[in-house]
């Protein structure tokens, strides 16, 4: 072959080969710009809300559900805000960095959450005396048991059917069988203030033969010109209507300014130690996360107070031997657990977040650090909803339903009920009852809507159903009618 014709042939081959390598380059610029042509994944609701929203609204969007909507949350309202913002208030403008779709989305998002709060507008009759109701099969009647008291909080069934009640405005009352109510005396002295007062009652496991009975309260002390409180419990004998041989067994440190968040449920559990609650007392960055002192905590004493030395934090150092688990933000609800002998527990979260907990063992429960709730002003005090190290809750309430009060139904008034928990709402006013499964709520109902506001339930020894509600206060039993 002639060396010419092999040397053009070759430098054809060389120009195709370039020609390639070109073509391909150009394809690859172009297909990398068209690219940038498509449109990019739309992103959901919720990842707007935890890119933008989070760090003043909380991590989650259930924080809307409580909100108190200064500017209205019709979704002409929402949109304008979301768009527009409200910058005297802090609150940016979205309309530049969101689609208006995206924002139609967020006002989707935004009202199906409210109608979380709807849910317990209750459409009904405020329940009287007599009132009778149906539930799972069951009807059941509301029956008067005492009145003409303030803010009923405690009580305690004695032998014969009769009662002790305890009222926050520092008075206490013997109930008899027949439906008297006696004054007593040997009362502590109450900061009967805020959430503060005479609070819960509990008799000895062996009442029978020592008549010994506990009574937690908010104690006080002048200091200069102010007067500080605490969370106290005194143990006292029952002599008729008097309680005789007072004595403190339990005071927790420090005493503080506040007027609220005692905490102060009270339960002997089966093995004789009596555990009480201590909320944080309104200083939530002091107390619940350190262990130097009582506040945002579950104690476990002796029948005497002194410590069992089985406690976690029993000897060590400054810490309060007491203490059996911490990070509780105002626990007011406390019941054993018919089968395991469980210490169950809820609290109020702050808005949103209400929590059911299983008390355990040196365990820590996360307040103020993890939370599914916010500040009642609307804005968020922390991002975290989980951490390691603590225990998240076996149940929680969005919106905060304002529990106080706890049982679990046990015998056979109420089969259909048996084994369920229930639990009193002071913000909405109705008794909460909790289907419980394999250690988890998979239904509830509300029993008694408007019923006022639910401080306590409790179950008598002979397997009725107690509740009280506040101004007026009101003791009632619950029945159920035939068969």
Sequence with gaps: MPRTYFNNRCSQLSIMKQAFILLAGLGAVLLFQSSLWVEKPKRSPEQIFTQLCSG??????????????????????????????????????????????????MVLYIREGIKDVEKYSFKTDKPQDGTTFQSEGMTLKLEKVADGLDSPWGLAFLPGGEMLITDRNGKMYRRSASGQLQAMSGVPAVLSEGQGGLLDVELHPGFVQNQLVYISYSAFKKEGEKTLSTTAVMRARLDGTALVDGKVIFEAQPYLPTRYHYGSRLEFSRDGFLYLSVGDRGMQNKNPQVLNTHGGKVHRIKDDGSIPTDNPFAGQGDAMGSTYSYGHRNPQGMAIHPETGEIWTHEHGPRGGDEINIVKKAHNYGWPVISYGINYDGTSFTKLTAKDGMDQPLHYWVPSIGPSGMVFVKGDRYPAWKGNLMVGSLRFEYLNRCV?????????????????????????????????????????????VGA
């Design 56 to 105: 003043c609204h909380g991590e989650r969007m259930q924080a809307f559900v409580d909100r108190q909507w200064k500017h209205g949350n019709s979704p002409s309202e929402l949109t304008a805000s979301i768009t527009n913002g409200w910058a005297d208030k802090g609150m940016p403008a979205f309309g530049p960095t969101l689609s208006k779709k995206e924002i139609q989305n």
């Design 436 to 480: 419980i499964k394999d250690g988890k709520v998979i239904k509830e109902e509300p029993v008694l809507p408007k019923v006022g506001r639910l401080r306590n339930v409790e179950m008598s020894p002979d397997g009725y159903l107690y509740i009280t509600v506040e101004q007026p206060g009101i003791v009632y039993r619950i029945e159920k």
